[in-house]
């Protein structure tokens, strides 16, 4: 069973329309990256998965529950997508451990010594075993940030959504972050991750979507994209990220 699929997504804004016909198609395992220019829609694609917006055509399948369906239990399915945004949105008053095991305790329903130890865990997969009595005000943000994925992984969930994770870090920060999310790929998890990373996207991802103007405008394994587009829009955008000093003004 596919762990995504998009049919005919649509999603307007008022007069606005984003999504344009989304037709994608995510197996289990498959680490799938979403670029192209801002405003292309790449966040609102990411946010029809798990409803924080609702398209407004189409339908959208997680793990083969038609989520766009009204008798569908969203709740129950958001509980398998982990979800990492751009900010971290980490409980400031509370320590990392307290941070990886509310969610655990309040929606899964696990008991406090569980909970910490799955915190442990998860921990210790980002590389912060020494920071779990921290806040998040004493952590870097590339720390900060991985303590936000050992917290969506803390939650046990099937598939993982990544909305820019490392463009609010300083670049030197950057590597520590795109370094996990290498890991959890070469573990297995299922991942769509909207990235400006040309890099990550070149030697991690399985298949590279190119979205312009709501549409895919391409998508391929990676050596295709990077290497051959086929789209002219796509050779363009790319020569535009790659070589930022070559752009016409
Ligand atoms: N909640 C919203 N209300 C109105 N317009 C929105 C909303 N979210 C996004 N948009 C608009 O949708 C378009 C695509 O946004 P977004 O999906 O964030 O693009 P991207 O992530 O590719 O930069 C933009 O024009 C943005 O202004
Ligand atoms: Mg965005």
């Known amino acids: 069973m596919s762990a995504i ?3 005919g997504v649509r999603k307007s804004f008022g007069a606005n329309e984003v999504l344009r016909g989304i037709d994608l198609t995510i197996e289990p395992g498959e680490v799938v990256c979403v670029i192209g220019p801002s405003g292309s829609g790449k966040s609102t694609l990411l946010r029809c998965v798990n409803l924080l917006e609702t398209p407004t055509a189409g339908t959208v399948h997680v793990g083969g529950v038609d989520v766009t369906d009204p008798d569908c239990d ?3 399915v958001r509980r398998r ?3 990492v945004f751009q900010q971290f949105n980490l409980f400031g008053h509370l320590s990392v451990r307290d941070n990886l095991t509310i969610a655990q305790r ?11 130890e799955v ?6 997969r980002v590389g912060l075993s020494e920071k779990a009595g921290a806040y998040p005000a004493q952590l870097s943000g590339g720390q900060q940030q991985r303590v936000a994925i050992a917290r969506a992984l803390s939650m046990d969930p099937e598939l993982m959504l990544f909305d820019e994770p ?3 870090l300083d670049p030197e920060l950057v590597g520590e972050v795109l370094a996990v999310m290498r890991g ?3 573990e297995g998890m299922t991942m769509l991750v909207v990235t400006h990373e040309m890099a990550f996207a070149r030697e991690v991802s399985s298949r590279v979507v190119f979205l312009d103007g709501g549409v895919v405008a391409e998508q391929g ?9 086929k789209e002219a829009r796509t050779a363009a955008f790319l020569k535009r990220v790659l070589e930022p000093t070559h752009v016409d003004l």
């Open 5 to 7: 699929v998009l049919n």
């Open 184 to 186: 959890l790929a070469d």
């Open 166 to 168: 490392t463009s609010a």
């Open 81 to 83: 997508i982990g979800m």
């Open 106 to 116: 309040r929606v899964l329903g696990r008991s406090k010594a569980s909970a910490v």
């Open 119 to 124: 915190a442990r865990a998860n921990l210790a």
């Open 221 to 229: 394994p990676p050596a295709q994209i990077f290497g051959a587009p």
């Open 74 to 76: 969203i709740d129950a």
